[in-house]
């Protein structure tokens, strides 16, 4: 059971920026054990098998883990956050916990809303597209997001990659990735989601993605 939304901020979460990390922090372990808790007795019911949490800061991670053993109750088995060549902001403290408390990433958005595939450039909105239907996803499309998306364009493009299964790929070659949560609404982009589970990303490939992303470590 994924705890889609527990009752906290997080900066992993743009909604949520605003977020103040000042709380009572008592009153949170005990939530965190309540809700563990409960889910402990749905797994006893057979209910459930394994409990995950998503959009959660590391200390947050480590407290519904420490929390788990202290008690024997159910072990957090999952973190599902934003992750894609434009958010990589699981990198900097949670991609150390997600390997050293082997609790991997389930990776949502790997395309950014399906901003890299540059479908939005220059102001186009395809219509039934996420973000012509969706009008809180337009704070997603920056000039330094296009700039971005186009950097990685030319990237896949001198390769000769599709710039949607490259930007896949690296999401799925992360060793702290457990699952990439893709999206298609035809089968055509389905099959393209599916092909770049083969697609083995060059060290020159690696090399110009990082690139980039120190042009644009956080576009949006």
């Known amino acids: 059971y994924q705890l889609h939304w527990p009752n906290r901020g997080s900066y992993h979460f743009q909604q949520y920026w605003h977020y103040n990390p000042r709380f009572d922090v008592k009153a949170e372990e005990a939530n965190f054990i309540e809700v563990l808790e409960t889910m402990d007795g749905l797994i006893r019911a057979g209910k459930i098998r394994y409990v995950g949490l998503s959009n959660e800061t590391a200390w947050g991670v480590m407290k519904w883990l420490e929390l788990s053993e202290r008690y024997s109750l159910p072990r957090v088995a999952s973190i599902q956050n934003e992750y894609s060549l434009l958010s990589r ?3 900097p403290d949670l991609q150390e916990i997600a390997l050293a408390e082997t609790c991997g990433l389930l990776a ?9 595939s540059g479908k ?13 239907v969706t009008p809180g996803a337009e704070r997603r499309d920056t000039p330094q997001c296009e700039a971005a998306v186009r950097a990685y364009m030319a990237v896949a493009e001198k390769h000769g990659l ?7 790929a690296f999401v799925n070659r992360q060793p ?7 999206g298609a609404t035809n089968m055509e982009q389905l099959k393209s989601n599916i092909a770049s ?5 060059s060290d020159d490939v690696l090399r110009e993605i990082e690139s980039v992303y120190r042009d644009f470590p956080m576009p949006y």
């Not at 949502?108 to 890299?116: D, M, N």
């Not at 589970?197 to 990303?201: D, S």
């Open 89 to 91: 902001t699981f990198q």
């Open 108 to 116: 949502w958005s790997p395309l950014a809303r399906g901003i890299l």
């Open 120 to 132: 939005y450039l220059s102001g186009a909105r395809p219509e039934g597209c996420r973000l012509t």
């Open 162 to 168: 599709d710039v949607t299964q490259m930007a896949l």
């Open 176 to 182: 702290f990735v457990t699952a990439n949560i893709i």
């Open 197 to 201: 589970v083969n697609l083995e990303l």
